[in-house]
């Protein structure tokens, strides 16, 4: 049982801020926005991304419209040193991105990372070092003094190593570790330091990066300090003034939003909020949030779905159903008075017209979502359960947007038959809408073949009664059927594809689940079952192609 806390814990002390003006000013602009999905995610991840995984993700960061990408700490492993040096070597960095790496203030290090950076077209050298009097005292035994003649050297060393590099256009970012545990003197003594020995000009601008390494205190503190440091450091026209919240109390993006209000120029996070402990702030949320309030955030989220594939199947990690935003059940109401009252906001939209439908504070269709799963049943509608059901007597675990897709069909046949659906009648309906189907087209036998391409298949199938053999090449067995369907009259595209085991030993089948799109952006699942894996997806294939041609969505 918790107890009174007040022996243990104390409430972090207040700025001294009484003419504080962050609560009469509003958000107008975008921030700069920097991602470290590349170094601060990654380095969270129980398993680090391997340099394939990195480098997808980093290419998803660029399309979102990131100009500034942290990508690795070169001087912590090889792996990271390599992975930079690829992206150099290769030319694989957009000419208006500057890629970011982070270097502790050790002159050995800082070699390393400015040797990493060799023939970069624009780089950023990130330095951190610890300011905190805990940090100062329990962990690196220094004072004040030394601290800051630490962070001074630094920066000049990296002034001296870039100066020989003039191909490249370089920049330098330095962070306060433990920032918000600082005394308020200090920190600016310090950023002024290290704004004196880098040079800093107009035209020549430092990032003085502010974190909330842990956060300590309430954001409206935060958003103190923030504008204490705004208005006291020096060269404040040369500086670009950087925050970094971390999410320990679970207010990172109230942080973020009120230390913009406080003066910050820049923000650096992650997608969905990975990071250390609690994770960063989340970059999503903080740019769909100035959406919402009329500001071009400058990123590109209009394809929320595509965005969560890449981040999941680059960290491993999974965006909870109802992360903002992104979550499969962000969008879905299952409380009948909701459902009452989106059908009624709906109703009354006009064209163009504000966004004004009641428990649906965003529009879904501007991340790429449609209407159609706003609306849900559920088990408390008498209704529900259906994927319950299906997992627990047949085995058959739906993926989240199939399951959105089958509660429909399901809804719908309830209504027309009325009484509950029990675990047998859910499961013939189940078969009947997605793996009897036989028109207008149907399976009848496929062979694989090596082609100079990759995959070659022949498939044989029946399209409205007449046999036909289609042939198609791609990179593997699904992509070389989907282009061989692409005879039939209408491209298709595969949106998601996941297979699952269904019964063990002797038994057992697969299942492979495939959800289709149409040229038209219309998407439909097909779902396929076989002894065999390759012939139970392209049975999905020709099942979502069959559900897309006959309207049955």
Same mark, same amino acid.
């Given at each position: ?36 999905? %590349? ?111 630490? =962070? ?29 545990? *600082? ?8 950023? +002024? ?6 040079? =800093? ?14 956060? *300590? ?31 320990? &109390? ?7 939003? !009120? ?43 209009? +394809? ?8 999941? =199947? ?51 269709? +501007? ?73 207008? !087209? ?26 036909? *053999? %289609? ?19 209408? @491209? ?7 297979? &699952? ?22 998407? =439909? ?5 076989? @002894? ?15 559900? !897309? ?5």
């Amino acid at each position: 049982m918790l107890t009174d806390p007040s022996h243990k814990y104390r409430p972090f002390p207040p700025i001294a801020l009484a003419d504080r003006r962050w609560p009469n000013r509003t958000i107008s602009q975008a921030p700069i926005w920097m991602s470290t999905d %590349l170094r601060d995610g990654n380095q969270a991840l129980f398993e680090p991304m391997n340099a394939e995984r990195k480098l997808r993700l980093f290419r998803t960061l660029c399309g979102i419209g990131f100009k500034e990408i942290e990508v690795a700490f070169p001087s912590a492993s090889q792996t990271d040193f390599d992975f930079v040096r690829r992206l150099i070597d290769e030319a694989l960095i957009p000419d208006d991105v500057s890629i970011e790496v982070l270097s502790h203030a050790r002159e050995p290090l800082l070699r390393r990372t400015v040797e990493a950076l060799h023939g970069a077209r624009s780089a950023i050298v990130h330095i951190v070092n610890a300011t905190s009097l805990p940090f100062r005292e329990l962990v690196l035994g220094m004072s004040r003094s030394e601290v800051l003649a630490m =962070a001074v050297d630094a920066v000049r060393l990296v002034k001296q190593l870039t100066a020989d590099q003039p191909q490249t256009q370089w920049r330098l970012q330095y962070s306060l570790e433990t920032f918000t545990a *600082t005394e308020p003197d200090f920190a600016v003594e310090v950023c +002024d330091a290290v704004s004196a020995a880098w040079g =800093a000009t107009p035209d020549n601008k430092i990032i003085l990066n502010l974190p909330a390494s842990v956060e *300590t205190a309430t954001p409206n503190v935060y958003a103190d300090q923030i504008e204490w440091m705004h208005r006291h450091i020096a060269r404040r026209d040369s500086v670009i003034l950087s925050v970094h919240p971390h999410n320990d &109390r679970g207010t990172a993006v109230a942080a973020a939003e !009120l230390a913009l209000m406080a003066g910050a120029e820049r923000v650096e996070g992650c997608l969905f909020g990975n990071g250390e402990r609690t994770g960063n702030v989340d970059l999503v949320t903080l740019a769909l949030n100035l959406y919402t309030q009329g500001v071009a955030p400058g990123l590109d989220f209009s +394809d929320i779905d595509k965005v969560v594939g890449d981040f999941e =199947a680059c960290t491993g990690l999974s965006v909870p159903p109802r992360q903002p935003y992104a979550g499969e059940l962000v969008f879905t109401a299952f409380s009948g008075s909701h459902q009452d009252a989106i059908k009624k906001g709906f109703a009354a939209r006009q064209p163009d017209s504000v966004w004004n439908v009641p428990y649906l504070p965003f529009d879904p269709a +501007d991340v790429g979502r449609g209407y159609d799963a706003v609306i849900r049943i559920n088990s408390q509608s008498g209704k529900g359960g259906i994927a319950h059901l299906l997992e627990s007597h047949y085995g058959v675990v739906l993926p989240r947007r199939l399951q959105i897709e089958f509660s429909r069909v399901v809804q719908q046949h309830a209504d027309r038959h009325g009484g509950e659906i029990g675990a047998e009648s859910l499961w013939q309906l189940f078969a009947q809408t997605y793996l009897d189907l036989a028109k207008p !087209l149907s399976y009848r036998g496929h062979q694989l073949f090596e082609h100079s391409q990759g995959q070659g298949i022949q498939l044989q199938i029946e399209w409205d009664g007449q046999p036909q *053999t %289609l042939t198609g090449v791609g990179n593997g067995p699904i992509a070389a059927a989907v282009h061989a369907l692409h005879g039939l009259g209408g @491209a298709v595209s595969v949106r998601n594809y996941e297979e &699952r085991s269904v019964g063990s030993g002797g038994d057992a089948q697969a299942c492979a689940f495939v959800e289709l799109a149409a040229a038209n952006g219309t998407t =439909a699942y097909g779902v396929g079952m076989d @002894a065999n894996i390759v012939t139970a997806s392209i049975k999905a294939l020709i099942s979502g192609c069959n559900r !897309l041609a006959t309207g049955a969505i």
